[in-house]
């Protein structure tokens, strides 16, 4: 760890500069930009080292909390890289908006920025450094603004943990506050993750209560009624019978045969 920790603050030194701050600040734009996984996760890396880089030229800050702060965003990156690569299908469609609607939130930070005089003035902390702290904060709300998934929460929250981790070990160094807030970064970053999975899962229907009033969607054909069990009695089955009508013969047929009169005629 100790080999990888001074690689990376040799390797990526430029960003000990006013060139450096500017290019962490574009990285956080290219990032509500593109609201691409993989630039996301890569994104706050490179910001994670610059910040990094930043106070340890700064500052002098011991190697320790270095190493405790490249660990933690690797690690919570890693929970949310194995987390995206398993949904990644599913990831474009969470994109906060059309590409047209994140250019104009852009715009729209950098015309108030320019416009309006934001000066953030912490202890024991250079204006330059103060002013990307800000610059990181905004960006990490306005991702908060932009989507409701479960990775750009994420990876808003890392983003918004950098400079508080920076801030408070500038400020309280005796503390060692850095352990506890790694390790709410990790719980946060562990419950982003699960939360990506677990939107993947179907979501179960509720059973209809008897109570409730249910509508059928799709005609259904009548069935005939099944058999009774008790049968009923025979005057019921038969057909009624009505008044007996008189007998009134055919006329064709009483054309061949003598009428008759009854016996008891006089």
């Known amino acids: 760890m100790d080999f990888l920790t001074t690689w990376l603050l040799t390797t990526f030194d430029f960003f000990a500069s006013g060139l450096g701050i500017l290019l962490i600040g574009t990285v956080a734009i290219a990032m509500l930009l593109f609201w691409d996984w993989r630039i996301l996760l890569l994104g706050v890396c490179l910001i994670q080292i610059?910040?990094?880089?930043?106070?340890?030229?700064?500052?002098?800050?011991?190697?320790?909390?270095?190493?405790?702060?490249?660990?933690?965003?690797?690690?919570?990156?890693a929970m949310l890289f194995l987390s995206a690569r398993q949904i990644r299908f599913a990831l474009p469609s969470q994109r906060p908006g059309a590409l047209f609607v994140r250019i104009m939130a852009i715009l729209l930070l950098l015309i108030c920025w320019q416009l309006f005089d934001f000066t953030l003035a912490l202890p024991v902390i250079t204006p330059s450094l103060a002013q990307l702290f800000l610059w990181l904060g905004v960006c990490a709300l306005i991702m908060l603004g932009l989507g409701d998934a479960p990775l750009s929460t994420g990876i808003a929250l890392l983003l918004w943990f950098i400079p508080i981790q920076a801030f408070i070990q500038i400020l309280l160094p005796e503390f060692r506050l850095f352990v506890l807030i790694g390790m709410v970064e990790i719980l946060s970053?562990?419950?982003?993750?699960?939360?990506?999975?677990?939107?993947?899962?179907?979501?179960?229907?509720?059973?209809?209560?008897?109570?409730?009033?249910?509508?059928?969607?799709?005609?259904?054909?009548?069935?005939?009624?099944?058999?009774?069990?008790?049968?009923?009695?025979?005057?019921?089955?038969?057909?009624?019978?009505?008044?007996?009508?008189?007998?009134?013969?055919?006329p064709e047929s009483a054309r061949g045969e003598t009428a008759v009169a009854p016996r008891n005629a006089p």
């Open 50 to 77: 610059g910040v990094v880089e930043l106070m340890t030229k700064i500052y002098g800050l011991n190697l320790e909390w270095v190493r405790v702060q490249l660990l933690v965003l690797l690690l919570g990156a």
């Open 189 to 250: 970053a562990l419950a982003c993750s699960y939360l990506m999975l677990a939107a993947r899962a179907p979501v179960a229907a509720p059973a209809p209560l008897p109570s409730d009033v249910i509508f059928p969607t799709t005609p259904r054909l009548a069935l005939p009624a099944p058999p009774s069990l008790h049968p009923q009695p025979a005057s019921r089955l038969l057909p009624a019978v009505g008044k007996p009508q008189p007998f009134t013969p055919h």
